[in-house]
């Protein structure tokens, strides 16, 4: 493993500037991201890497550790063999959002620019034998957006609203709904977290 880790690094190191500079100017460094995927991936398949921009101004490497205890010990291995950087900060898992919604919104913009979002509503409409939950939700925003963009983005927004662990061992399955219907008993999204965190899944 130590071997796929030091090219893992090696490689960050030899494209780490040029995506920090693509990432400034507003740019998608795909093609160089994905071959850093690939060489995580070798290391583990359930590895992956996502790049966070908080509003302290840091630009964070961040290893998803999905809850998992195993993944949590090799990110500590790789985090160990990491090599100094001036631009980046490395970081194991991606802690909940503390602020308010309309923080994180206004910060993050995951809808594009000039989306204002007033409001995100959620009901949960199934929960499995494990513990995890199917949402709808229902987002009140200022613009008209394609059902399909909506449900992208949102599965991002969720992500780094709630932090890897919950996301990905409390949420199986989200749907949107275009309108706010009656008969669904919507609630705001801020009360969702408290009760994914009390929540126990195996």
Known sequence: METKINEFWQLFQKESYAIYKDIKYGLVPE????????????????????????????VQLVFLTKGSLKLKII????????????YW???LGLPPWR????EFSNHYQFFGPGVHVYDIHFDIYKIHSNGKVNLQIHLEKNKSLSKDF????????????????????????????QRKYRHINFLPISELKPLLELSRVT
């Open 31 to 58: 093609k160089k991201f994905e071959l850093l995927h690939y060489l995580l991936q070798n290391i583990h398949p359930r590895l992956q890497l996502l790049i966070n921009r908080p509003p302290n101004g840091e």
């Open 75 to 86: 990110i500590t291995e790789i985090l160990k063999m990491a090599p100094h950087d001036d």
């Open 89 to 91: 900060t490395f970081k």
């Open 99 to 102: 602020g308010t919604l309309e």
């Open 150 to 177: 909506i449900n992208n983005s949102m599965q991002v927004f969720l992500l780094f609203y709630f932090g890897d662990q919950l996301f990905f061992k409390k949420i199986t399955r989200i749907k949107i709904i």
